[in-house]
Protein backbone atom coordinates (compact mmCIF):
# COMPACT_ATOMS: atom_id res chain seq x y z
CA UNK A 1 0.00 0.00 0.00
CA UNK A 2 1.33 3.61 -0.64
CA UNK A 3 2.35 5.19 2.31
CA UNK A 4 0.53 7.20 4.35
CA UNK A 5 1.69 10.79 5.03
CA UNK A 6 1.81 11.84 8.88
CA UNK A 7 0.00 14.99 10.00
CA UNK A 8 3.33 17.29 9.28
CA UNK A 9 3.58 15.94 5.90
CA UNK A 10 0.16 16.99 5.13
CA UNK A 11 0.59 20.08 5.88
CA UNK A 12 3.30 20.76 3.41
CA UNK A 13 1.66 18.30 0.45
CA UNK A 14 2.24 19.96 -3.22
CA UNK A 15 -1.43 21.07 -4.26
CA UNK A 16 -3.41 19.63 -7.34
CA UNK A 17 -6.23 21.03 -8.96
CA UNK A 18 -8.23 18.67 -11.51
CA UNK A 19 -10.48 20.63 -14.01
CA UNK A 20 -13.53 17.99 -14.88
CA UNK A 21 -15.42 15.69 -12.65
CA UNK A 22 -15.35 12.66 -15.69
CA UNK A 23 -13.49 9.06 -15.39
CA UNK A 24 -10.44 10.71 -15.88
CA UNK A 25 -10.89 14.05 -13.93
CA UNK A 26 -11.67 11.54 -10.85
CA UNK A 27 -9.13 8.98 -11.33
CA UNK A 28 -7.03 11.69 -11.08
CA UNK A 29 -8.09 13.12 -8.05
CA UNK A 30 -8.36 9.55 -6.53
CA UNK A 31 -4.29 8.79 -6.93
CA UNK A 32 -3.86 12.09 -5.66
CA UNK A 33 -5.97 12.37 -2.44
CA UNK A 34 -4.91 8.59 -1.79
CA UNK A 35 -1.62 9.23 -1.53
CA UNK A 36 -1.32 12.68 0.39
CA UNK A 37 -1.66 15.53 -2.05
CA UNK A 38 -3.87 18.45 -1.38
CA UNK A 39 -6.22 17.67 -3.98
CA UNK A 40 -9.49 19.89 -5.46
CA UNK A 41 -11.56 18.97 -8.48
CA UNK A 42 -13.84 21.21 -10.40
CA UNK A 43 -17.05 19.07 -11.52
CA UNK A 44 -19.76 20.99 -13.49
CA UNK A 45 -21.11 17.48 -13.82
CA UNK A 46 -21.68 17.61 -17.66
CA UNK A 47 -19.77 14.11 -18.49
CA UNK A 48 -20.57 11.97 -21.20
CA UNK A 49 -21.26 9.33 -18.69
CA UNK A 50 -24.50 10.10 -17.75
CA UNK A 51 -25.63 8.76 -21.34
CA UNK A 52 -23.47 5.84 -21.00
CA UNK A 53 -24.13 1.86 -19.81
CA UNK A 54 -20.66 0.20 -19.15
CA UNK A 55 -20.52 -3.17 -20.55
CA UNK A 56 -17.01 -3.03 -21.83
CA UNK A 57 -15.40 -1.89 -18.14
CA UNK A 58 -12.75 -4.82 -17.55
CA UNK A 59 -14.14 -6.09 -13.50
CA UNK A 60 -17.55 -4.64 -14.13
CA UNK A 61 -20.34 -6.86 -15.85
CA UNK A 62 -22.94 -4.17 -15.75
CA UNK A 63 -23.28 -0.79 -14.58
CA UNK A 64 -24.95 2.44 -15.66
CA UNK A 65 -23.13 5.67 -16.30
CA UNK A 66 -24.60 7.48 -13.68
CA UNK A 67 -24.22 5.01 -10.72
CA UNK A 68 -20.58 4.52 -12.06
CA UNK A 69 -20.38 7.92 -11.30
CA UNK A 70 -21.77 8.07 -8.01
CA UNK A 71 -19.73 5.51 -6.94
CA UNK A 72 -16.38 7.19 -8.38
CA UNK A 73 -17.03 10.76 -6.41
CA UNK A 74 -17.87 8.22 -3.21
CA UNK A 75 -14.73 7.00 -3.51
CA UNK A 76 -12.82 10.62 -4.34
CA UNK A 77 -14.92 12.23 -1.31
CA UNK A 78 -14.06 9.59 1.16
CA UNK A 79 -10.12 9.95 0.09
CA UNK A 80 -10.55 13.37 1.43
CA UNK A 81 -10.51 15.43 -1.55
CA UNK A 82 -12.06 18.78 -2.32
CA UNK A 83 -14.43 18.24 -5.04
CA UNK A 84 -16.24 21.89 -5.73
CA UNK A 85 -19.36 20.09 -7.63
CA UNK A 86 -20.99 22.80 -9.45
CA UNK A 87 -18.19 25.61 -9.49
CA UNK A 88 -16.71 26.31 -13.52
CA UNK A 89 -13.43 26.91 -13.80
CA UNK A 90 -13.39 30.13 -16.73
CA UNK A 91 -9.47 30.49 -16.74
CA UNK A 92 -6.17 29.05 -15.68
CA UNK A 93 -2.88 30.71 -16.01
CA UNK A 94 0.95 30.52 -15.16
CA UNK A 95 1.88 32.32 -11.30
CA UNK A 96 5.10 32.46 -9.61
CA UNK A 97 4.60 29.85 -7.29
CA UNK A 98 2.86 27.50 -9.63
CA UNK A 99 -0.59 28.15 -11.48
CA UNK A 100 -3.91 30.39 -10.19
CA UNK A 101 -7.24 28.65 -11.30
CA UNK A 102 -10.46 31.23 -11.27
CA UNK A 103 -13.59 30.67 -10.75
CA UNK A 104 -16.56 33.29 -10.71
CA UNK A 105 -16.33 32.52 -7.40
CA UNK A 106 -12.60 32.71 -6.04
CA UNK A 107 -9.02 31.92 -7.45
CA UNK A 108 -7.32 29.15 -6.26
CA UNK A 109 -3.70 28.29 -6.40
CA UNK A 110 -2.04 24.82 -6.82
CA UNK A 111 1.28 23.29 -7.93
CA UNK A 112 -0.25 21.10 -10.47
CA UNK A 113 -2.90 21.24 -12.87
CA UNK A 114 -5.02 17.87 -14.29
CA UNK A 115 -7.34 19.11 -17.40
CA UNK A 116 -9.87 16.91 -18.09
CA UNK A 117 -12.28 18.55 -19.39
CA UNK A 118 -13.70 15.95 -22.40
CA UNK A 119 -13.36 17.45 -26.02
CA UNK A 120 -13.39 21.22 -24.62
CA UNK A 121 -9.50 22.42 -25.01
CA UNK A 122 -9.98 25.91 -24.56
CA UNK A 123 -8.17 25.88 -21.21
CA UNK A 124 -5.54 24.11 -22.56
CA UNK A 125 -5.24 26.88 -25.50
CA UNK A 126 -5.02 29.73 -23.28
CA UNK A 127 -2.08 28.23 -21.60
CA UNK A 128 -0.10 28.39 -24.50
CA UNK A 129 -0.10 24.27 -24.10
CA UNK A 130 1.29 22.88 -27.78
CA UNK A 131 -1.42 20.82 -29.84
CA UNK A 132 -1.02 17.93 -32.55
CA UNK A 133 -1.43 18.39 -36.16
CA UNK A 134 -4.73 16.72 -35.41
CA UNK A 135 -5.62 19.19 -32.78
CA UNK A 136 -5.76 17.58 -29.87
CA UNK A 137 -3.73 18.64 -26.89
CA UNK A 138 0.04 17.36 -27.54
CA UNK A 139 1.06 14.73 -24.47
CA UNK A 140 3.87 12.87 -23.62
CA UNK A 141 3.38 9.16 -22.51
CA UNK A 142 2.91 10.49 -19.08
CA UNK A 143 0.21 12.56 -20.07
CA UNK A 144 1.86 15.87 -19.52
CA UNK A 145 1.60 18.76 -21.74
CA UNK A 146 3.99 21.12 -23.41
CA UNK A 147 3.38 23.32 -19.98
CA UNK A 148 5.56 21.80 -17.29
CA UNK A 149 3.45 20.73 -14.70
CA UNK A 150 0.28 20.93 -16.33
CA UNK A 151 -1.15 18.00 -17.62
CA UNK A 152 -4.19 16.49 -20.27
CA UNK A 153 -6.34 13.26 -20.12
CA UNK A 154 -9.31 11.87 -21.89
CA UNK A 155 -10.62 13.06 -25.12
CA UNK A 156 -8.03 16.39 -24.89
CA UNK A 157 -5.30 14.12 -26.01
CA UNK A 158 -7.31 11.71 -28.25
CA UNK A 159 -8.92 12.55 -31.67
CA UNK A 160 -11.13 9.35 -31.19
CA UNK A 161 -10.69 7.07 -28.62
CA UNK A 162 -13.23 8.21 -26.00
CA UNK A 163 -13.53 5.51 -23.53
CA UNK A 164 -13.95 5.64 -19.98
CA UNK A 165 -11.34 2.88 -19.51
CA UNK A 166 -8.74 4.87 -21.16
CA UNK A 167 -9.73 8.43 -19.49
CA UNK A 168 -9.27 6.53 -16.39
CA UNK A 169 -5.94 5.43 -17.28
CA UNK A 170 -5.09 8.79 -18.23
CA UNK A 171 -5.68 10.49 -15.11
CA UNK A 172 -3.96 7.74 -13.09
CA UNK A 173 -1.03 8.25 -15.20
CA UNK A 174 -1.04 11.94 -15.10
CA UNK A 175 -1.15 11.63 -10.88
CA UNK A 176 1.29 8.82 -10.44
CA UNK A 177 3.60 11.15 -13.06
CA UNK A 178 3.40 14.04 -10.79
CA UNK A 179 3.78 11.53 -7.36
CA UNK A 180 7.14 10.70 -9.15
CA UNK A 181 7.85 14.36 -9.45
CA UNK A 182 7.13 15.15 -6.18
CA UNK A 183 8.67 12.22 -4.60
CA UNK A 184 11.80 12.19 -6.76
CA UNK A 185 11.73 8.82 -7.95
CA UNK A 186 9.19 6.26 -9.92
CA UNK A 187 6.22 6.42 -7.76
CA UNK A 188 3.52 2.59 -8.04
CA UNK A 189 0.20 2.94 -5.81
CA UNK A 190 0.10 -0.83 -5.71
CA UNK A 191 -1.97 -2.16 -2.76
CA UNK A 192 -2.76 -5.76 -1.00
CA UNK A 193 -5.15 -7.49 0.56
CA UNK A 194 -4.24 -6.86 3.94
CA UNK A 195 -3.94 -3.24 2.91
CA UNK A 196 -7.80 -3.03 1.98
CA UNK A 197 -8.79 -5.13 5.57
CA UNK A 198 -6.51 -2.37 7.11
CA UNK A 199 -8.68 0.52 5.69
CA UNK A 200 -11.94 -0.51 5.27
CA UNK A 201 -12.54 -3.34 8.18
CA UNK A 202 -15.69 -5.91 7.84
CA UNK A 203 -16.66 -3.73 4.71
CA UNK A 204 -14.04 -5.22 2.12
CA UNK A 205 -15.58 -8.06 -0.10
CA UNK A 206 -15.10 -11.29 0.33
Known amino acids: MSDQPTADESEQSPSIIVVGGGPAGL???????????????????????????????????????????????????????????????????????????????????????????????DLASELGCAFTDEEVVDVDVDMETSVAGVYATGAMVRPEEWQAAIAVGDGAAATLNILSSVKGEYYHDFDVPEDATQVFGEAVAE
Open 27 to 121: SAALFAAKNGLETTVFDTDETWMHKAHLFNYLGIGSVGGTEFMATARQQVDDLGADRRQGEAVTGVSESDDGFAVETDDDTYDADYVVLATGANR
